[in-house]
């Protein structure tokens, strides 16, 4: 047997140790973790629909009507009209012809890289895509080959040396650097090479975009050149499950073969609900994107007089590079002292010596807010390791 004890030892010698928060009450920036009032700035809900009043009305509205469970699979009798009702919203929301509601990101990532690659056919991946691509990769038993991040000639030459079925798999909004994937290069290079594009846009729904339709359609793109489209939506639309959208006939294929979506049990329809409600309140959300975008350029104007090191990143993830383990622990744990929380991201979530600490903007948060936050790392600043790469 492995010796569970030493290896969870070893980790915390290696600051990489995890632990979880407990949080009560719903989730906003003015958060109670392990008893303690923090205000955060890490978490993914980046319009603040999470508890939106309207998206939590539509639930208990669709309660008495859809019940609680989900009870079976899609397949067996679990297919609610709520989940039809969400996969016609979303294939309008994404101009897409089609969509397939799965119940988490992570499922979808795996089943659906798995329904459409296999044994003898490879798979073009960026070096930081999501855990869960890297998983549906592996599922797949295709030949996995890793690009640089976002590197279009480095994929190019691989694209040009590999015959047989070629797919290539990338974030729309990278999670934990913020940049968006050369989408134009990608759609052009796989059209040449004859592969198929599969973009996860989990970071870009919601945020990015006409209405916040996302990043490929941002990029001008249509489901010609992007086939397969997959977006959460436990981020921005602040509700739960995840989507692929795309073709009739692609959503006809991954209801036979995406393993994921056929041997799981449905969401409660009930979320389905909120969830439409949540995309109403993303089309007619300019007004919340335009006040996240002046928190973003907020925080990078004040982090980078601050002497931190920004990563190049329009979204609103705004990682803090920091550089080892324990500086992006002692950050955070600074921070928290002072009543914020930001939580350090270190390997394997990001590549060795690169921690840190992964700042995110919600429409949620107030300028005063981010203000607070910007005071707050100009004390934590002598914490760092990393040389600031400009005075105060
Ligand atoms: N894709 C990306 C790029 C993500 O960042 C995440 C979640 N962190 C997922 C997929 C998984 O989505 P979910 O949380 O719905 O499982």
Redesign the pocket.
């Known amino acids: 047997m492995r010796d569970f004890a030493r290896e969870i030892e070893e980790r915390k010698q290696a600051g990489l140790y995890r632990t979880r928060r407990l949080v009560s009450g719903p989730q906003r920036p003015e958060l109670t973790a392990d008893g303690n009032r923090l205000l955060s700035f890490c978490s ?1 809900d980046y319009l603040g629909l999470a508890n939106h009043p309207a998206n939590i009305e539509a639930l208990r509205n669709a309660l008495p009507e859809t019940g609680l469970g989900g009870a079976a699979s899609h397949l067996i009798c679990g297919h609610h009209e709520a989940h039809h009702e969400l996969e016609q919203r979303l294939a309008a929301f994404t101009r897409r012809s089609a969509a397939l509601f799965f119940s ?3 499922m979808a ?1 795996m089943g659906v890289i798995s329904a459409l690659a296999g044994r003898g056919d490879t798979i073009f991946s960026d070096s930081l895509n ?1 855990a ?2 890297i998983d549906g990769c592996i599922l797949s038993r295709a030949r996995i080959q890793r690009y640089p991040h976002g590197d279009v000639n480095a994929l190019e030459s691989m694209l040009r040396e590999t015959s047989g079925h070629k797919l290539v798999v990338t ?1 729309g909004v990278f ?1 934990m650097d913020g940049d968006v994937a050369p989408l134009r290069e990608l759609a052009r290079l796989c059209r040449e090479n004859d592969a198929l594009l599969v973009v ?1 846009d ?2 870009g729904i919601g945020v990015l975009g006409p209405e916040g339709r996302g990043s490929v359609l941002d990029a001008g793109l249509t489901e010609q050149d992007v086939p397969v489209l997959i977006g ?1 939506l ?1 981020k921005a639309v602040g509700t739960s499950g ?1 989507f692929v959208a795309g073709s009739e006939l692609l959503m006809d294929y991954l209801v036979q073969k995406a393993r994921t979506y056929i041997y799981t049990t449905a969401m409660p329809p009930a979320v389905a609900r909120a969830t439409i409600n949540s995309l109403d309140v993303i089309e007619q959300g300019d007004h919340l994107r335009s006040h996240l975008d002046e928190l973003i350029a907020r925080f990078r104007a004040g982090a980078s007089e601050l002497g931190f090191e920004l990563m190049a990143s329009h979204t609103p993830i705004q990682p803090l590079m920091v550089g080892d383990n324990e500086s992006a622990l002692g950050l955070s744990r600074a921070l928290e002292a002072r009543g914020f929380l930001v939580t350090a991201i270190r390997p394997p979530t990001v590549p060795a010596g690169e921690a840190r600490l992964r700042v995110t903007l919600s429409a949620a948060h107030t300028m005063a807010d981010v203000e607070k936050l910007l005071v707050a790392l100009s004390y934590c600043r002598p914490t760092l390791s990393v040389p600031a790469a400009a005075s105060v």
């Open positions: 993914n988490t990101g992570y990532n999501h869960s691509i974030d999670s996860d989990a970071h959460t436990g995840a």
